[in-house]
């Protein structure tokens, strides 16, 4: 079998340390998450998504406008794998292989990726909870000091000094 044919189970053996290097390249040159979705996507011979925490999709691999919709919906055939780092879940990986992919690359695939999506998000997630903190804090009355509140919002991006106001989607009718 010729060094670029694919078995049964996905790319031929002399292919897979190819398809590694690759995925490494991507994740250690900082290329971004499309860039290590479609390396994982090769690797796993398969059309993957790659969503995060907040159920936002990130990236989309190796797949057509119809393999997109199956995978983003969890159709037949979709095998859905939550991304952990340690004990914290970062998202998940969908993918649609054409045969099951090795266990072993696909642990590793999928351990790469939640690695690479955490540090990828982690600064955004940071922030994020660093701002629902601040509001929570507002609204319970533990921060009333007019000066450090616009001092604290404008830390966070959000010019405070002309006021501010919050609707509250209970009271709303």
């Known amino acids: 079998m010729p060094a670029t ?47 995060d925490r907040s159920s936002a999709v990130l990236a989309v691999a190796g797949a057509s406008p119809d393999q997109e919709r199956k995978l983003l919906s969890g159709a037949e055939g979709v095998t859905t794998v939550e991304l952990r780092v340690a004990d914290s879940p970062v998202g998940e990986l969908r993918y649609r292989a054409k045969a099951p992919p090795d266990p072993t690359i696909a642990r590793l695939v999928t351990t790469l990726l939640a690695l690479e999506l955490e540090r990828a998000r982690s600064p955004e997630w940071e922030s994020e909870e660093v701002a629902g903190a601040f509001v929570a804090a507002v609204l319970a009355r533990q921060v009333t000091d007019r000066g450090d509140i616009v001092a604290r919002g404008g830390e966070l991006g959000a010019d405070l000094d002309r006021g501010a106001g919050v609707l509250d989607r209970k009271s709303v009718v």
Do not use: F
């Open 5 to 51: 044919s694919e078995g049964p189970k996905g790319p031929a053996k002399e292919d897979v340390s190819e398809l590694l290097a690759a995925l490494s390249d991507a994740v250690e040159s900082g290329a971004g998450l499309p860039a290590v979705s479609r390396a994982a996507a090769r690797l796993l011979d398969a059309s993957v998504a790659l969503i």
